[in-house]
């Protein structure tokens, strides 16, 4: 097994380096295959997940005598592997044949051309099998370049023992949600709403289901439109400001959560509502936790004739343009994406699947009751745009949603100015394809 621990302040090229080296040293020439079709296939996980797919390598190579899958553990920041999946891609090195991808790389590694197409190989009645938006994530200019192989989609949780107690129905709009959660919070041992306001990726995530919640847009991913500086957009920004600094229903720090802060607030039964992620509900109804059995999950509350919205998530794999077996890669994919796969790897974790059946199915259902209310809500599944400079996008947004949580703008202005930005960095980024 090869791992890789990196500090924050690491030299990403060093420990690039560091990395493909050790995987040299312990592969030796096995990428260029043996007698018989044998050879290797490599990956890149997360060292939390690592273990949950070794039962499928060790079937997968059962089935393929003579072949090895190597499930390289990376660390833990997925900007980090996302950085070294870049950094290997961009030196054209074949030690990854997969890449093991977050919704929003796709558009960035495909367009760079680091990613084979595999509508080939994946037919469209096999890929009719997988959610619609997770199928819609792996697909960059009318091609597919990643086969989703778990997904996510943001949720609004709640106390569901605390509102029938106080006659409360679950909220279905914005007012409604503010409403319930001062009726209910004692702050400071009780909020009422608790989120992701740190500067990083899930503010983004957040922000999104606000802003489809009130009818606006970020960029459309087929004429890169931007819908920042219009009225929805400052609406939503300035309803997240609300809940932090006007008569605020979050506390003060949750301009520094992410996902965790956020959890163990609520699940300590200090808030009322939690916006989060489906991994919760499982923690949450373990028996030693104090909210088992008492909370509820929809979709993202909306404005008056608005829609419910979650933002996607999920990971998936694509085959690199320079792996030296990109038949066994296929090979390996279509392995882990069978009902079979998807009951080792998301029956233990609690993951949702991405295969359609796979939330009928009645081993899963009964390891994990709450995939049927997931599956449901899939349909509220709202992606980030698909375009090939997504990261400069999302790291426009997150500053200005930064500044404006902070006070240091009004949201108006700073989304006017995030607006300016996105479409100048477009426009640069499409004169550079036309080039």
């Known amino acids: 097994m090869h791992r890789l621990r990196l500090r ?5 090229r060093i420990a690039t380096l560091a990395l493909l080296a050790g995987i040299a040293a312990g592969c030796g020439g096995a990428q260029e295959g043996g007698a018989g079709g044998a050879g290797r296939v490599a990956v890149m996980l ?21 072949v090895t899958v190597d499930l390289i553990e990376g660390p833990q920041s997925t900007d980090l592997r996302e950085n070294l999946y870049t950094a290997s891609l961009l030196a054209r090195d074949p030690s990854f044949d997969l890449v093991y991808m977050d919704v929003t790389w796709t558009s960035k590694f495909a367009a760079a051309g680091w990613l084979r197409p595999l509508e080939g190989a994946f037919p469209p009645q ?11 994530a792996g697909m960059f ?9 778990r997904t996510d989609v943001g949720l609004l949780y709640y106390r569901r023992d605390w509102l029938e107690g106080a006659g409360y129905a679950p909220p279905s709009t914005f007012d409604e949600l503010v409403r319930v959660a001062r009726a209910l919070e004692d702050p400071p041992r009780r909020w009422g709403f608790v989120w992701q306001g740190k500067q ?13 919640g009130f009818g606006g847009t970020w960029v459309d991913p087929a004429t890169l439109e931007v819908g920042l500086d219009r009225p929805q957009a400052a609406a939503a920004l300035e309803f997240l400001v609300r809940c932090r600094s006007v008569d605020p229903i979050s506390p003060p720090g949750v301009a520094t959560y992410q996902e965790e802060e956020s959890r163990r607030l609520f699940q300590d039964g200090r808030a009322v509502f939690l916006r989060n992620w489906p991994y919760v509900w499982r923690l949450a109804q373990r028996e030693d936790s104090p909210i088992r059995g008492k909370i509820g999950a929809m979709s993202m509350v909306h404005a008056p004739g608005g829609r419910s919205a979650g933002t996607l ?3 998936g794999l694509g085959v690199s343009a320079y792996s030296r077996r990109p038949d066994l890669a296929v090979a390996f994919i279509r392995h882990v994406t069978t009902l079979e796969s998807q009951r080792v790897l998301c029956g233990e974790t609690g993951y949702a699947p991405a295969l359609i059946e796979a939330y009928r199915d009645s081993a899963l259902l009964a390891a994990n009751p709450f995939l049927d209310r997931i599956g449901r809500l899939h349909a509220n599944a709202v992606a980030r745009p698909g375009i090939a400079r997504y990261a400069l996008a999302s790291d426009i947004l997150q500053r200005h949603l930064s500044a404006a ?7 108006a202005r700073a989304l006017r100015e995030a607006a300016r930005e996105t479409r100048l960095m477009l426009g640069r980024a499409g004169a550079a394809e036309a080039r």
């Open 141 to 149: 200019r009318g091609r597919l370049y990643r086969v989703p192989v």
């Open 405 to 411: 949580l902070a006070g240091g703008e009004p949201a």
């Open 8 to 12: 924050r302040g690491s030299g990403l």
């Open 126 to 136: 096999e890929r009719d099998r997988w959610l619609p938006a997770a199928r819609e």
């Open 200 to 212: 990083y990726e899930g503010l983004v995530c957040d922000y999104l289901e606000v802003l489809t």
């Open 46 to 66: 997360p060292p939390g997940e690592r273990p949950f797919w070794m039962p499928l390598a060790r079937d997968f190579e059962r089935a393929h005598p003579g």
């Open 313 to 315: 998530g999920g990971w």
